[in-house]
């Protein structure tokens, strides 16, 4: 004697869409949308360059009849700790907009992922540029002068630097993504469970 075969339950249509990963459309209505961040984030380079040059370190010369001569630190050790500096301003920077970018609650996704490198790449260009603008080398005439002293400028030394404020947003959102309840993100709007 055998058993009828046991029927399944009919599957249910889900009454949220909006859960899965709805392409190209999306990732385009995300970069829309996210025109404004792309801009905040660039702008938040102008006080990172602020804090670079105000903690960056700087070598001081003293102006001779035979040329300038350092007092204290070492050129080397000066670039070194600017390098320094400007990785752990634009690392803090990064990770700041990344987590507050979780907050925009309409704007979760691949886009805004792509928002976020670029405009961690435009705020650690506008950093850098900033920084070197409020700290200039000595000009020949200040050079010339005997007896003064004169400050280095601030320069970067290291390109690679650039890239820390786009891997800290990223990462900072990507901690918010892993931490995330349902599968939607937790978008505002819509009903984002997962279907079941």
Do not use: N
């Not at 869409?17 to 996210?34: I, K, M, N, S, Y």
Request: with cysteine; charged share 15%.
């Amino acid at each position: 004697m055998s058993t009828p075969p046991l029927e399944a339950p009919p599957l249910q249509a889900s009454s949220s869409t909006h859960a899965f990963w709805q392409g190209w459309p999306e990732v385009v209505q995300d970069l829309r949308g996210g025109k404004g961040l792309l801009l905040a984030f660039a702008l938040t380079g102008i006080p990172a360059g602020l804090l670079w040059w105000l903690l960056a370190p700087k070598a001081v010369y003293r102006i001779t009849d035979e040329g300038p001569v350092p007092v204290g630190r070492l050129v080397a050790e000066v670039q070194a700790g600017a390098d320094a500096v400007l990785v752990l301003v634009l690392l803090g920077l990064g990770l700041l907009v990344g987590l507050a970018s979780w907050r925009l609650r309409s704007r979760r996704g691949v886009g805004t992922l792509i928002v976020l490198a670029v405009g961690g790449c435009l705020a650690s260009l506008v950093a850098w540029r900033f920084g070197e603008l409020l700290r200039r080398p000595p000009s020949e005439a200040d050079l010339a002068d005997v007896g003064s002293t004169v400050t280095t400028g601030l320069t970067l030394g290291s390109l690679p630097v650039l890239a820390a404020t786009s891997f800290a947003a990223l990462l900072g959102y990507l901690i918010c993504v892993l931490v995330a309840a349902d599968d939607g993100l937790g978008r505002a709007g819509s009903d984002r469970a997962a279907p079941g």
